[in-house]
């Protein structure tokens, strides 16, 4: 098939027990990303046994996500499979800066672990809600929030396919916001499971830790151009370090970045998962602009299986 390629990266959620198992056992370069210190506890073990549910809690999600999918990166570059563009949604966009060689695997890993205990930090004591809107405009949901406001922050966070808006915030606010949104129209509000009212403006403390942060650590200029999800496309005229600091803060926009890949002429998408989430929004925007599935390629790697199938097939190209 011919096309561009690029690689989208999953986001904070897709994680599960075992997950990379069977990558570490077959791939020196992929153990290097899990036996790595530099988040600052057992990554492996997290990943493998999940003592105290910590894989789920955000501080030890971030980097245990990014090692996932730096390990990957890493079997990926050593075949000398090279993407036209990578993105990733929230989280998953600092191992789309991975594969683009802003960061090596130790500082990719140790930069979201930062990232996850600010954020972290930036929840405790809200009581968060978020929840997928079906149904409504961009406007709509704007309209929606503000209606809401006396009941505590809500917003939009999350454009992700057609017709699905998702919004977060203090959970009080978010389940008015659901009433509201129904009132207006609605087909559903479908309440969905959140440690915090990430990609808010309740986000600023993690958004100011960041920006000090990155004051402290170098940004490589990417080989392979990043897609960033809170502008929906290139990064303009803005910096790495902007954007980053934004995305925690403000709606991540994944439909305008999947949309403008596929003007750009990507047929091959290739989710460095774990989970399929990304190419289920691949398949709902391309079905809203008329493409035809049999136009374009997903690909899913979560595992040694898909790692192989991967290599076999961009080998034949």
């Not at 899990?34 to 501080?59: H, M, R, V, W």
């Amino acid at each position: 098939m011919r096309g561009k390629i690029a690689f989208l990266y999953a986001g904070q959620g897709s994680q599960h027990i075992g997950m990379g198992r069977d990558l570490y056992d077959i791939y020196p370069e992929f153990r290097k990303a899990y036996d790595s210190t530099a988040a600052g506890f057992d990554i492996k073990q997290i990943c493998f046994e999940n003592p105290k549910g910590y894989l789920d809690e955000t501080e030890y999600t971030q980097p245990c996500m990014a090692a996932f999918a730096c390990g990957i990166n890493q079997i990926l570059r050593n075949a000398r499979i090279k993407p036209d563009y990578v993105c990733g949604l929230s989280l998953g966009e600092y191992s789309a800066l991975n594969m683009a060689e802003v960061w090596d695997i130790d500082q990719t890993i140790k930069i979201t672990a930062l990232r996850g205990k600010a954020m972290a930090r930036a929840s405790n004591g809200i009581e968060a809600g978020m929840a997928a809107i079906i149904g409504l405009t961009e406007e709509q949901i704007s309209t929606c929030c503000s209606k809401t406001a006396t009941f505590g922050i809500v917003s939009a966070s999350n454009f992700n396919c057609p017709g699905q808006i998702v919004i977060s915030g203090e959970k009080k606010a978010v389940d008015r916001a659901c009433i509201v949104a129904k009132e207006m129209g609605a087909k559903r509000c479908l309440p969905l499971p959140v440690s915090g009212p990430f990609h808010t403006s309740l986000m600023q403390s993690a958004g100011e830790a960041l920006e000090q942060y990155f004051k402290t650590i170098e940004f490589k200029t990417p080989v392979t151009e990043v897609l960033y999800d809170v502008l929906g496309g290139p990064i303009g005229s803005a910096t790495i370090q902007e954007v980053l600091i934004q995305q925690v803060q403000r709606p991540i926009r994944m439909e305008q970045v999947i949309q403008y890949l596929f003007r750009q002429n990507v047929r091959i998408f290739v989710e460095v998962g774990p989970g399929t989430v990304l190419s289920g929004f691949v398949k709902k925007i391309a079905k809203a602009m008329g493409i035809d599935s049999n136009c374009y390629e997903l690909v899913s790697i979560e595992s040694a299986e898909t790692v192989e199938y991967v290599l076999g097939q961009f080998l034949k190209r």
